[in-house]
């Protein structure tokens, strides 16, 4: 209703100004460089009109063109994504199927479709990969580094390539640039630490540990097992110079990480105090770290505090010692050991009853073995017997040995 009485008002109005231009026509005169109109005011108006209408129709027409062309390129850049598309995802098939020149030909024509698409970089990498181009591969890596959002897998990738070839200079760099992300990836840390840690550089190592991301990235217990560790090599390396103060030093910084009970760091204490000539002072936290896990490296360490004892104090220092867990197989490995040193041959004989039956560990069985054999030989001069006891400590101890060298990552680190 409301539209039909403006139409109304509308076309009144026009014949309201026609009638008035017919009865009221009055004259128009236009001059310009020599030429002359004369005509009347409702014949200019029409003119105006009708050139207004032939303006508005050439605009539309353009528009519509306009609008065909940009329809038709719309199209066609439909047509080129969907083509890169498949491209893209028959290529990720030729690499999962091992096809490696269909994979190379269809990450160019994908990169060829799809322009700079992370996808197509990625299949680059890939493609690269399974042909064996290391240059290919870290060409494609390089390349995703100018894209924010493919810059840490570029960075991990051209990181783990350096690895490989055994730069370890650029790993790290690559690695380096990768942790300081606002939001840095847990293979960062994990290729930092590790290559800290390879090649001994145990004050970077605990730097990185340090870090808010490096304590997110572990268990609160794997945390402090791997800072304690750390210390330990610190104290070890600085022990191995003759700095026994530091040794110290660090030791006891392992000890307060992981507790006073962490065998690998009372041993570090326990040396550097020995190596400084106050080993009584180690002595009790040997003797706490025994009570909760008797291990023959405590031992070890425990026999270093006290220089130039005799055989027989050593022998009742260590069943002083073993009291905390008389029945545990160290303990009685322990005293069987120093009784032998001390030729108590009773004693020692008591305590290696039963080390080698079946229920004990081939670790175990084999040192208990040994020492009967030592036994045999030295109290008897039986050396069939000590014969027979040295094959069955030599097919425990084959079962048992393992290479003895230093952690190579963190993972190593913490198992140790």
Do not use: C
């Not at 303006?55 to 329809?71: E, K, Q």
């Not at 027989?312 to 303990?331: G, M, T, Y």
């Amino acid at each position: 209703m409301g539209r039909l009485l403006l139409y109304v008002l509308g076309v009144a109005a026009l014949v309201a100004a026609a009638v008035w231009l017919a009865n009221d026509p009055g004259a128009v005169h236009l001059a310009w460089r020599g030429w002359r109109v004369d005509t009347s005011v409702g014949v200019l108006v029409a003119a105006l009109i009708v050139i207004m209408g032939l303006i508005f129709l050439v605009i539309r027409l353009a528009g519509s063109l306009g609008a065909a062309m940009r329809a038709l390129a719309a199209k066609r850049r439909e047509r080129r994504q969907h083509r890169g598309l498949m491209s893209l995802g028959d290529g990720f098939a030729a690499v999962m199927a091992g096809q490696r020149s269909s994979a190379r030909k269809l990450a160019r024509e994908a990169g060829h479709l799809l322009k700079d698409n992370s996808a197509v970089l990625i299949l680059r990498k890939e493609a690269a990969a399974l042909d064996g181009d290391v240059q290919g591969v870290d060409a494609a890596a390089r390349d995703m580094l100018l894209r924010p959002e493919t810059e840490l897998a570029g960075l991990r990738t051209l990181a783990t390539s350096a690895l490989a070839a055994g730069d370890v200079v650029s790993a790290a760099d690559y690695a380096r640039r990768a942790w300081t992300r606002r939001d840095p990836p847990a293979w960062a840390l994990a290729m930092l630490l590790d290559l800290d840690i390879a090649r001994e550089r145990w004050d970077d190592a605990l730097a990185l540990i340090g870090s808010k991301a490096a304590r997110q990235a572990y268990t609160p217990v794997q945390h402090a097992q791997l800072k304690s560790n750390i210390y330990v090599r610190i104290s070890a390396m600085a022990l191995a110079h003759r700095n026994t103060t530091e040794a110290a030093i660090a030791a006891k910084r392992a000890m307060g990480v992981s507790g006073p009970a962490s065998r690998a760091a009372v041993v570090a204490f326990a040396n550097a105090m020995a190596a400084q000539g106050k080993g009584a002072k180690a002595a009790s936290a040997v003797e706490r770290a025994w009570t909760d896990a008797p291990h023959a490296d405590l031992l070890t360490a425990y026999r270093g505090l006290v220089l130039g004892e005799t055989a027989i104090a050593w022998a009742q220092r260590v069943e002083a010692l073993a009291k905390a867990a008389p029945d545990h197989p160290e303990s009685r490995l322990a005293v069987a050991a120093a009784a032998l040193s001390a030729e108590l041959w009773g004693q020692a004989r008591n305590r290696l009853s039963g080390l080698t039956a079946q229920n004990m560990s081939p670790d175990v069985r084999a040192r208990a073995a040994r020492m009967l054999a030592e036994l045999e030989s030295r109290q008897r001069g039986d050396a069939d017997a000590a014969a027979d006891w040295l094959k069955v400590a030599l097919e425990f101890h084959d079962a048992t040995a393992r290479e003895i060298r230093p952690p190579r990552n963190a993972a190593e680190l913490l198992a140790g």
